[in-house]
């Protein structure tokens, strides 16, 4: 991480992104249980164009209610701030499949997709790092965000070809209904990129339990996680564990 990163979100301004993080998700709750309450999810109405459109609605302000955490994630983690600035203005314009590319890229280029300060570097803190690239584990989360980014990417074009964005036509329930399931497969998409920062950092049992909360009730979990690791006093930038490989064999010579 940069040292104009480290010191934009330390002391006072930590706090403050904190607080951010905290009246987003509220803010992003009360429209989820507004939403709920006025159009009930359940059952599905997707030949309604009313309900269809304030889902879509939703489920937009859902998807940047989380990707802010992976852009703050980004910003604190990139080598310079217009860097972190740029992965982040590309995510929430080109939706998930970036947030796939960048987890591809801290993988083979940083070894790992863990938040400094990680549970298991705190509950050994002498452990051998070796670069996730070279493991079983590194592959395969290659290959699976390579796909999911793939994949995903794949419907967006195929609903951007069959129902162009412009003109809205809230109005239009197969509009409002195709885009509504792109966008819910956008936020998939990209709470399992933060998923996988979170099942790389934290203890199994507490990781599952914040990953199975995002991806059932939706970005207020996201946002919660990130404001705890901010005001609580954890990091938010992410590991680099090739650096830290080199270090210890300098270290060691």
């Known amino acids: ?70 852009c703050c994630i980004m910003i604190a983690s990139e080598e310079s701030l217009l860097q972190g600035l740029l992965w982040a203005a590309a995510v929430l314009l080109l939706g998930a499949p970036v947030a796939c590319a960048y987890i591809v890229k801290r993988i083979i280029f940083h070894g790992t997709i863990e938040l400094a300060g990680s549970f298991s570097s705190l509950a050994n803190p002498n452990r051998e790092i070796a670069s996730c690239v070279s493991s079983w584990r590194g592959i395969a989360s290659i290959a699976f965000y390579a796909a999911l980014g793939t994949s995903f990417l794949g419907r967006l074009v195929w609903t951007l070809c069959t129902h162009p964005l412009l003109p809205v036509q809230s109005e239009n329930a197969d ?53 705890s690791r901010l005001l609580l006093g954890g990091s938010v930038h992410l590991d680099d564990m090739k650096g830290l490989t080199f270090d210890r064999s300098l270290g060691r010579s």
Not at 7 to 31: E, Q, Y
Not at 189 to 213: K, V
């Open 1 to 70: 991480m940069s040292k104009d990163c480290d010191d934009l979100i330390s002391g006072g301004p930590r706090k403050l992104l904190g607080a951010f993080f905290v009246l987003l998700g509220l803010s992003f709750a009360a429209r989820l249980i507004w939403n709920l309450v006025q159009y009930p999810i359940w059952p599905l109405e997707v030949e309604n164009a009313d309900w269809a459109f304030q889902w879509l609605v939703t489920t937009i302000f859902d998807y940047y209610a989380l990707t802010a955490c992976l």
């Open 175 to 227: 509009w409002a209904s195709s885009w509504l399931l792109t966008t819910v497969l956008d936020y998939y998409t990209a709470a399992l990129c933060l998923c996988g920062i979170i099942l790389s950092t934290d203890s199994l049992a507490a990781a599952i339990i914040w990953c199975l909360c995002i991806l059932c009730l939706g970005a207020p979990f996201a946002d919660a996680y990130v404001a």
